[in-house]
């Protein structure tokens, strides 16, 4: 960590596009836990139109709309050399919901058009018969504690055999194939369905993203991003009376 | 009433009844139950009730409520009785009560929910549509923009003699009003967010100048005589100032077109009506303000999606002593917080501030990120109470916002 000379860049691509759902927490979060354990960091916004650097140390890709999410397709397609070399070069990919569909191989709509993705992980999305709207829990594999979650989407994922998911589905929807999964896992690259943002609500994930990038973090007091985990996680884990009571009071108001 | 149908008459007072009961039972405000109650007694209600009134709609993401309040002021200058639904309760059955207590011949000004506008044009024979703005709200139970934008321009497709006064500045707005008769008002769009790619076509919009433009279609801002300049509205020749009671430039983009219209379709003169709407000071609760338990007083606004945080927040920055930020997520508020990270919270650094609401650690979690220091504190007027300064300003979402109308609300409907 203290060998890196150069500020870490967090790319925040096409924030126009793949924007709707609070993606640009999930950047923001990665510069301040940087800044506060005083490495420095920066928030590099790739506005749509605009060519993806292969200089980024994350690429964060988040959801969007059907027409944006077109026009994205179409930029990361342009950008596709760049951004692997990026990735190869070091770099972390970071896809959550539509930009998640992007990286695999392509997104078929439920009228049959193909939309073509920049193929960087063996994954196919099709959509599905309706739009899968809640809260998640993922259980992901060790060392990365429970993760909450919101999720709007909906494709169904299917991963490549040679694909690991980010994790198991404790409730909620996630991938949607029948699999019980949610997500994808490779090197230094990470797709989820997960939204809310996701990072700020999950420190350790955002912290194990920032190692990828720059090793060992000193220690961060994360008491409320806890807190507020903690809560999701109970509110999307509830089955049965207290589920049904739940839902009895969020219809108020 | 003479004219209703029996049938009618029977839904009407079956609604009034269920109203009534609504209200003494403290579970709502009456005007949506007891409008279901009518149109499933009575399917074609509406088109009766509607008899020998002459209607405008307004409908937008924000502002509906405020807009249909300073349009019914503006109106009320004129020999006409105006009838009016400026409390919120703007779906199908909300309207149904106040069309049967409304007094005939005369003038209706009713607010409808974006979703709502293609359903009830018809059967109300509504004359006039005023098109404000959208932009995202509810994500989780409404979906996306461009499809809300797309049934109002079918709307428009089927009725290209309908008057339409719009905002020229907003592009799913101008894609929806096209193809009717439509008078524009070019109010600024300060939130982009949702309007990145061009409605008719995909193509990403150029916005290097004040003024939307496709390079790939040519769909582009309109152009128009009738200006919001400031305070002052440009309709022409005459230039109306508009000297609003109500606080904010996104007030003043709603009384620019209620003025547009009650000036443009109904005839009423520029400076009556932007008089009429000056006065206006409270609508539905919004502005209002609630006692604290040291006697101090909070100014409560309503905030329901980023856009609308996004315009209160630069008030807030410049104006308020404190503020809290109440944020409940249940089903009429969408269940999806996320817009939290969309809006610049940042904005508050230095403002004495406090996280509340149901959702108060997600608004926790952002204040600290935008390095705003808070206090985190469920019940918004205790967290109100807990900040300095004469009258703090409380800014909610929609279900906290109704709990404290109605527990303090005045009843200026």
Known sequence: ?253 | MSALSARTRVAVAAGSATGWMSRVTGRGAGATISGRVINRISPHALDELAAGLRVALVSATNGKTTTTKLLTAALRTGPDPVASNHTGANLTSGIAPVLAAATKPGLAALEVDERVVARVLDPLRAELLVLGNLSRDQLDRYGEVHAVGAAWRKVAEAHPDLHVVANASDPHVVYAAQPARTTWVRLGLQWRSDAATCPACGALLDWSTDRFRCPQCGFAEPDTVNVLDGDTLVLADTRVPLRLSLPGQWNRYNAALAITAAVDHFGIDPQVAADAAAHVDTVAGRYMTVPLADGRRARVFLAKNPAGWSEVLHWVAGTAASVVIAVNARVADGKDPSWLWDVPYELLRGLPAAAAGDRCLDVAVRLRYAEVEHAVEPDPLRAAAALPGDEPVLLCTYTQFSALYRKFGDGDA
Not at chain 1, 22 to 50: S, T
Not at chain 1, 60 to 76: S, Y
Not at chain 1, 80 to 100: H, K, L, P
Not at chain 1, 188 to 214: C, E, I, K, Q
């Open chain 1, 1 to 253: 960590m203290a060998t890196r000379e150069s500020a870490v860049r967090v790319g925040l691509v096409y924030p126009e596009l793949l924007g709707t759902y609070g993606d640009r927490g999930n950047a923001l979060v990665l510069v301040q836990r940087c800044r506060w354990r005083g490495i420095d960091a920066e928030l590099v916004e790739v506005a749509a139109g605009e060519p993806i650097p292969d200089s980024l140390d994350v690429y964060l890709f988040g959801g969007g709309e059907d027409d944006p999410q077109n026009m994205a397709a179409a930029g990361l397609r342009d950008s596709r050399a760049a951004i692997e070399r990026g990735w190869q070069g070091g770099g972390v990919v970071f896809a959550v919901c539509a930009g998640f569909q992007l990286i695999g191989h392509s997104y078929v709509a439920a009228d049959g058009a193909v939309l073509e993705g920049i193929g960087l992980i063996d994954a196919v999305t099709n959509a599905g018969p309706s739009r899968l709207i809640g809260e998640v829990v993922v259980d992901p594999a060790p060392p990365l504690p429970r993760l909450t979650g919101f999720e709007n989407h909906g494709g169904r994922t299917t991963l490549g055999s040679g694909v690991a998911p980010l994790g198991r589905v404790v409730s909620g929807g996630g991938n949607g194939d029948g699999s019980g999964t949610d997500g994808a896992l490779a090197e230094r690259l990470m797709g989820t369905y997960l939204h809310g943002p996701v990072l700020p609500r999950n420190p350790a994930l955002a912290d194990h993203v920032l190692r990828w990038v720059v090793g060992d973090l000193p220690p961060l007091d994360s008491t409320w991003e806890e807190r507020l985990r903690a809560e999701r996680i109970a509110a999307g884990t509830k089955t049965g009376l207290t589920k049904w009571w739940q839902d009895r009071m969020l219809a108020r108001g």
